[in-house]
């Protein structure tokens, strides 16, 4: 059975920094894509980042230049840093696992950004 976890996110001052970190297990077969969306109340799920098994990168414009994800492909694990944390960037940030275009889901951390 696959499952996927994250640990990390809470709040967060504005301009502060937070490491969120994934790991996902149950499957050992194909190459596989790893990452992050978040989703505020009221809107749809969206992208953060995203890294596949060869290691290209992708990062959403709203991010670009405050984020670093990486990846440990032995235990399939993957970690998001983000930096100068803003107020808009509170939201729920689920990491999930694409194995043969299906999409495997953590239960998502609340990151809130607030003085």
């Known amino acids: 059975q696959v499952q996927v976890v994250e640990s990390g996110g809470g709040l967060v001052q504005p301009g502060g920094s937070l490491l969120l970190s994934c790991a996902a297990s149950g499957s050992t077969f194909g190459t596989s894509t790893m990452g992050w969306y978040r989703q505020v109340p009221g809107k749809t799920r969206e992208l953060v980042a995203s890294?596949?098994?060869?290691?290209?990168?992708h990062y959403a414009d709203f991010v670009e230049g405050r984020c670093t994800t990486s990846r440990e492909q032995v235990h399939n694990t993957v970690v998001i840093y983000m930096v100068g944390l803003k107020p808009e960037d509170t939201a729920v940030y689920f990491c999930?696992?694409?194995?043969?275009?299906?999409?495997?889901w953590g239960h998502g951390t609340q990151v809130t950004v607030s003085s």
């Open positions: 890294i596949t098994s060869s290691g290209t990168l």
């Open positions: 999930f696992w694409v194995i043969y275009a299906t999409y495997y």
